[in-house]
């Protein structure tokens, strides 16, 4: 399985102080940050867009931004994230008629190509073409819209199933996720974890980041 990484969920944080946050948590051992773009149209929720993004990568140099786009359009944002310093582009399965070609485009803007999935839609989904040729793939076990949410279990076959048939890959868990629903994940074959209310919300961050890397490298 490849390498564990911890994404903490910025949504969770204090978004006054953002490029602080960030800091914050790369201090306490997070690999990337997990940035949840929503367009107030795939999700009812607006929260931040390239702008801020930018700033963030100005303030927080070396920063691997991991973009969750939960937009309708995931097309018309590529430039922009990428020129913003993403380095991740993470879009909706759900948001697009053709994954192929925009996992392409988002390569040749020298980023790396996630696709995800909402609750509802089955890991069959993903095709052999689309799972090989995206360097992530992204199962959310909420409600794609907001931070907080319970956590569905009945999501996990979902991994295990895309670890199975894409073993190099990396699978990300992304909802819900926090020290008593890790190790379902792990044993699932998620090897990329994002969380916000577990992380932003404990008076020690670094020991569930620790906890979350050590359940998936067990
Ligand atoms: C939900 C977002 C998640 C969210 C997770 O739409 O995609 O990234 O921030 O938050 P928690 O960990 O609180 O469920
Ligand atoms: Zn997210």
Known sequence: MPRAIIAPSVLASDFGQLTAECKRMIKNGADWLHMDVMDGH????ITMGAPVLECVARGVPGIFMDCHMMVSKPEQWVDAIADAG????????EATSDAISLIKTIHGKNMKAGVAISPDTPSTA?????GNLAD?????TVYPGRGGQKFLDRCLPKVSDLRERFPD???EVDGGVTPKTIGT???AGSNVVVAGTAIFGSEDPENVITTFKSTINQ
């Open 126 to 130: 993903i095709t052999d073409e689309i």
């Open 86 to 93: 993403g380095k991740l582009y993470c879009f909706h399965l």
């Open 185 to 187: 994940c792990a044993e």
């Open 42 to 45: 795939f999700v009812p929720n």
């Open 169 to 171: 890959k990396d699978i």
């Open 136 to 140: 992530m793939l992204l199962v959310m």
